[in-house]
T-cell receptor, first 116, second 111 residues
Framework: ETGVTQSPTHLIKTRGQQVTLRCSSQSGHNTVSWYQQALGQGPQFIFQYYREEENGRGNFPPRFSGLQFPNYSSELNVNALELDDSALYLC???????????????FGPGTRLTVL | QKEVEQDPGPLSVPEGAIVSLNCTYSNSAFQYFMWYRQYSRKGPELLMYTYSSGNKEDGRFTAQVDKSSKYISLFIRDSQPSDSATYLCAMNRGSNYQLIWGAGTKLIIKP
């Protein structure tokens, strides 16, 4: 069974640029969630995609957008990068979009984004 | 004030000691409580989950939830150097899937 993979591992961008991060979900999972984890902080929920539709969004501006593809892989796009966007971006996949115990999210290793 | 508070540490203990990690929270609507372990340069890994109040044991790990005090704990018995990691608590209301996370406690187990 293949776990959650993310690419690239590291990325350096300058302020104002745009970035696309990619995530391949675990086999059999149809839900992908994206999180931003600043240094020394817990992850912050960005949004979730379930069967190619956005299924919930955290307190992030519209310049954070995403896609989920028919194979349930996903992209996170960030436009007009700001210095505060520097963080570890985590993708997590799960079998369902419902809450509760048993609906474990499996995390990828993350993409570390640095904005200069 | 953050919804979930967690001491960032670091917490350093000798090998074999019992470790106690804690989180407090302010929202009484939280129903599901989880502990994740995160090694350096890795994504979080689910260790324990609990629904509502009570205790749950899994090997060397015990999770406790006290909803009346809005306080959750993770105990690690017979700690090992391989337990050295950042431990994050997370919880949600049950009505949606958004997890609210603590900042994480860095744990160091000294051989």
């Amino acid at each position: 069974e293949t776990g959650v993979t993310q690419s690239p591992t590291h990325l350096i961008k300058t302020r104002g640029q745009q970035v696309t991060l990619r995530c391949s979900s675990q086999s059999g999972h149809n839900t992908v969630s994206w999180y931003q984890q600043a240094l020394g902080q817990g992850p912050q929920f960005i949004f979730q995609y379930y069967r190619e539709e956005e299924n919930g969004r955290g307190n992030f501006p519209p310049r954070f957008s995403g896609l989920q593809f028919p194979n349930y892989s996903s992209e996170l796009n960030v436009n007009a990068l700001e210095l505060d966007d520097s963080a570890l971006y985590l993708c997590a996949s799960s079998q369902t979009a419902t809450s509760g115990v048993g609906d474990e999210q499996f995390f990828g290793p993350g993409t570390r984004l640095t904005v200069l | 004030q953050k919804e979930v508070e967690q001491d960032p540490g670091p917490l350093s203990v000798p090998e074999g000691a019992i470790v106690s990690l804690n989180c407090t929270y302010s929202n009484s609507a939280f129903q599901y409580f989880m502990w994740y372990r995160q090694y350096s340069r890795k994504g979080p890994e689910l260790l324990m989950y609990t629904y509502s109040s009570g205790n749950k044991e899994d090997g060397r790990f015990t999770a406790q939830v006290d909803k009346s005090s809005k306080y959750i704990s993770l105990f690690i018995r017979d700690s090992q150097p391989s337990d050295s990691a950042t431990y994050l608590c997370a919880m949600n209301r049950g009505s949606n899937y958004q997890l609210i996370w603590g900042a994480g406690t860095k744990l160091i187990i000294k051989p």
